[in-house]
């Protein structure tokens, strides 16, 4: 089945500790997306990437690092910079197409970090 | 740049009774609207999107959307409620040569016995 794997489901840290995120997906998709979700803010972008070896900042970058070496993949590192990461984690992919849609996002089931 | 407003963070309806949530879109240019739900602690799912053409969307779990350009709205309505449909809903829009969507800050419905 096609999709997208976020792994883990739950993950702890203490302040201070780097952590990373990762997400996987096997749909083929050219973009790929990092938003970080708080409640009653909805979804902010944080990082995402059109192509390999290419990212942009999104609304919110600031103590987050990405990387994109393969086009299934698209790491989120949370690093001790982040004043606030307790937060729910939703990484999303979906087709590029030239003029920019209309094309839905797809998206992985999510990690919870808290970071105490 | 585009915007989305959805109008109330919670809404309650009993079961069985109409579902209507509430997304309007700011956009300078033909829009793409999308209505995205979200169960807890899960991802989020499309529900339905409007592209080009007929203006009142169908989507999944009997939900449909109607684009009205003159309102710029994309309400979202379902005629009778589950249990099931509890869930956090999301409105987003995108277009304009960006790919990238603009969510609106989500509508929970809760539904009641």
């Known amino acids: 089945d096609g999709g997208i794997t976020q792994s883990p489901k739950y993950l702890f840290r203490k302040e201070g500790q780097n952590v990373t995120l990762s997400c996987e997906q096997n749909l083929n998709h050219d973009a790929m997306y990092w938003y970080r979700q708080d409640p009653g803010q909805g979804l902010r972008l944080i990082y995402y990437?059109?192509?390999?070896?290419?990212?942009q900042k999104g609304d919110i970058a600031e103590g987050y690092s990405v990387s994109r070496e393969k086009k299934e993949s698209f790491p989120l590192t949370v690093t001790s910079a982040q004043k606030n990461p307790t937060a729910f984690y939703l990484c999303?992919?979906?087709?590029?197409?030239?003029?920019?849609?209309?094309?839905?996002?797809?998206f992985g089931p999510g990690t919870r970090l808290t970071v105490t | 740049a585009q915007s989305v407003t959805q109008l109330g963070s919670h809404v309650s309806v009993s079961e069985g009774a109409l579902v209507l949530l509430r997304c309007n879109y700011s956009?300078?240019?033909?829009?793409?609207l999308f209505w995205y739900v979200q169960y807890p602690n899960q991802g989020l799912q499309l529900l339905l999107k409007y592209t080009t053409g007929a203006t009142l969307v169908k989507g999944i779990n009997g939900f449909e959307a109607e684009f009205k350009k003159s309102e710029t709205s994309f309400h979202l309505t379902k005629p009778s409620a589950h249990m099931s449909d509890a869930a956090e809903y999301f409105c987003?829009?995108?277009?304009?040569?960006?790919?990238?969507?603009?969510f609106g800050r989500g509508t929970s419905l809760i539904v009641h016995p």
């Open positions: 999303a992919s979906s087709i590029v197409g030239k003029a920019g849609g209309p094309y839905e996002q797809y």
């Open positions: 956009s300078s240019v033909p829009p793409y």
């Open positions: 990437s059109q192509i390999v070896n290419d990212f």
């Open positions: 987003a829009v995108s277009g304009g040569g960006s790919y990238i969507p603009t």
